[in-house]
Every structure is written in structure tokens, then in C-alpha cells.
């Protein structure tokens, strides 16, 4: 969970080691701001529900590390670039864990060719040209995304419509300023300048862990496939990845430290039968380190604006389907097959000493509910056919 001990609600400064941005970041700025927090916190009687962070993190979605691409004692397969395909995601949690905000998703197409056929992505996706995170984006994830979720949050908690929550933000060029964030008693406040490493609760952990989760499974992904290295790093889609965040955010333990977190992917690359198993430790550290600095915004210089201004570029067409060109387009699953391979699936559990009764049983449920939407999408498409043969 991401705990309130971890998120620091009552003592916001975590002290860590100096690395990084905390050889920049001011000790005695992060030490006046607890203080004054503190008192925001006493003076609007905020509990840990009420106050939430969010931070934004570049995602470099299938990369993968270097020699798993060699084969053989090779640093890197001759030819081979570095994936720098990307996303940024927006992470948010309040202070109590009980509520984590579905994640916001930021790619570079507005629909990948990879979303056809899908009905419900786990996340919130919108489009951008670089796959940057804009003023106009966090507003609209303000408004229409995090307002509606911690509300029904607190409707939830059996806590008042007009109840007070306060929004932590660092200084990033692309958030809006705070006096534009205010939706009721839900309001936006900034961290002070130079001091996120120290006390923005989404830089204590949280971040970190995500992405190990997130690439565990990636991994796990790449072990499972039936086709070499390369090959599953094409076919790995932008759906693949955002299914792979909504569940890593819901997996992520705030309260495990980073070296559990390595632990674990760890032990997934030993399990491999491939050139995963003989990667060293610190090379697979560094993999899971390799986008901590991916920029999540546009940096322009006075040159640059200039330069826009006096020489606009063609708006580039969002609608076109990002790199998951190599991805061949898949024809919609029927319901009766989706049936046969449910089926299959079930009888392959029963027979197997890898799940116990109670997945098992899991499993029929699931089945079970299959069936009954299978029966009422029937129901509607006879009925639709009644008034077409009118």
C-alpha cells in the first residue's frame, strides 16, 4: 500500500542519502515548508485521506537492457539502437493509500493502432505530439479525472460532498499555475522550489517501485513469448504497456524498499532460459534506473519560443498510429472463441499443480459471469435483428 508512514503525512522530510537532485535541494527550504504544512494541515483539520500528491515520470516502455540483445558475450547486438519509445505517466495517491488515482498516460498517437477493438483501457490516455506533459493536459486531468475521483472517494468514506482536499504539486514547467487548480475545496499547492527529492512523497519510493514492478513485468512478458528478444520488443504494443502500468500502480508497495523491489526483478531474470539469466546486477540496475532523468516536459529557450513564433511548424496528425506499425492488425475475438479458450484455459488449471481450489474456483466464477453477458449480449442482438426484419 502507499502507506501515510511513507508518504510522511505528519513529518513531511525524509531523510536520504545524497544523491542526485538532493545535492541540489535546499535542507533548510524542506525544513521551513514541513513546518508551514504542518500548519495547513492543524488549520483545515485535514486528515490523510484529504491530502493526495501526484508527479509525472517519463516511461521508456520497452526498452529493454543492452546485452539481452548480443546473445552471446557481446555488449550490444550489432546495429541495435536502444528503444527510446515513451510515454509519461502521471501517478497519484492520497496520504492514507486507501485511494489511488487511475493513472494518466500520455503517448505520442491519439489511437494507436493497438487500442482497436478494445472497449476499456485501465488508464486515462490522451495524445502529444512528443508525448509531453502540457498546462492544458494537467488541467484536463484535474478537472475531469482527479475532482471526479476524489470525490467519489469521499462519498465512499461516507464523507461530506464539500469536504476540503489539497493537491501537492512540484515546480514543473507544465503544471498550470495553482490558482487555475481549484475545482469547490479541492485545491492545488505548490512544494517549494529545489526540494522535491526531500519531501515530494512520490519521489520517496514510490515512483521507483512503480517502475520496477513495471518492468518485472515486461520481463515476465518477454519469458512467456514465443519468439526471440527483438521480435517480442516489436510486438510489445503501446496496449501491452498500459495494461502492464494500471497493474504495476495497483501492485506497487510504498513500504518495500528499493533493494526488494531489485530483489524481485532480480529473481525473475535468474528464472530465464535465455540471455537474461547471465546479465550481472548492476547492469539490470541500471536498466531499471535508465528513464529516473526522461524529461516529462518541454524545456524552450527564449531562441525557441522566438523561433515557433516566427517559424510554425505543421501541426503534426495525432490520429496516426505511433510505432506499433510492425504490429500486424487482429481481428476481433468472437464470443464463441473466447468461450472455446476460456474453457481451455480452466481444464489446463484443473490439471495442473500450479493453482490451488480457490483459484481455481476463481476461475469458474469468472466463467460463470462470462456466460451470463454472453446470454445478454445475445438478448440484445436478437432484439436489434427484431426491429431490423420491420
Known amino acids: 500500500m502507499v502507506g501515510s508512514e511513507t508518504f510522511k503525512f505528519r513529518h513531511v522530510i525524509r531523510r536520504l542519502d545524497v544523491t542526485g537532485e538532493t545535492l541540489s535541494a535546499n535542507q533548510n527550504s524542506a525544513e ?12 483545515n483539520d485535514l486528515t490523510p485521506e484529504q491530502i493526495y500528491n501526484a508527479d509525472e515520470t517519463g516511461l521508456l516502455w520497452r526498452c529493454l537492457p543492452t546485452s539481452t540483445l548480443a546473445g552471446g558475450g557481446e555488449k550490444a547486438a550489432k546495429g541495435f539502437k536502444k528503444n527510446k519509445d515513451r510515454l509519461t505517466v502521471l501517478l497519484c495517491a492520497n496520504a492514507s493509500g486507501n485511494h489511488r488515482v487511475t493513472p494518466f498516460v500520455i503517448g505520442k498517437s491519439a489511437k494507436p493502432r493497438a487500442f482497436k477493438n478494445v472497449t476499456h483501457l485501465p488508464v486515462q490516455y490522451k495524445a502529444q505530439s512528443n508525448a509531453w506533459m502540457t498546462a492544458a493536459l494537467f488541467k484536463d486531468w484535474f478537472f475531469h479525472h482527479f475532482v471526479p475521483e476524489v470525490k467519489e472517494s469521499f462519498k465512499s468514506l461516507g464523507l461530506p460532498e464539500d469536504t476540503k482536499d489539497i493537491l501537492l504539486l512540484d515546480n514543473c514547467k507544465a503544471h498550470p499555475p ?11 499547492t505548490l512544494l517549494p522550489p529545489n526540494v522535491t527529492s526531500l519531501i515530494q512523497p512520490m519521489d520517496q519510493g514510490v515512483i521507483q517501485n512503480f517502475k520496477c514492478f513495471y518492468r518485472r513485468s515486461f520481463i515476465q512478458g518477454l519469458l512467456n513469448a514465443d519468439c526471440d528478444v527483438t521480435d517480442f520488443q516489436k510486438k510489445f504494443t503501446v496496449k501491452d504497456a498500459v495494461y502492464a502500468i494500471a497493474l504495476s500502480w495497483n501492485q506497487t508497495d510504498e513500504e518495500e524498499n528499493h533493494q526488494d523491489a531489485l530483489t524481485k526483478v532480480l529473481d525473475v531474470v535468474r528464472s530465464a532460459d535465455n540471455p537474461l539469466k547471465t546479465l550481472p546486477e548492476d547492469e539490470v540496475e541500471e536498466w531499471l534506473l535508465i528513464d529516473e532523468n526522461e524529461p516529462v516536459e518541454q524545456e524552450l529557450t527564449d531562441e525557441d519560443i522566438i523561433n515557433i513564433v516566427v517559424n510554425p511548424q505543421p501541426t503534426q496528425n495525432l490520429e496516426e498510429s505511433d510505432s506499433d506499425a510492425e504490429t500486424e492488425e487482429k481481428e476481433k475475438i468472437s464470443w464463441a472463441e473466447a468461450a472455446e479458450s476460456l474453457n481451455k484455459f480452466i481444464s489446463f488449471a484443473e490439471a495442473s499443480t500450479s493453482y490451488s481450489a480457490s483459484e481455481i474456483i476463481d476461475f469458474h466464477i469468472i466463467r460463470n459471469k462470462f456466460y451470463t453477458k454472453r446470454q445478454k449480449s445475445r438478448k440484445q442482438k436478437d432484439i436489434r435483428d427484431f426491429f431490423k426484419s420491420k
Open 32 to 43: 521551513k515548508y514541513k513546518d508551514e504544512f504542518e500548519k495547513i494541515v492543524a488549520d
Open 178 to 188: 495553482v490558482d487555475e487548480l481549484v475545482s469547490g475545496n479541492i485545491v492545488a
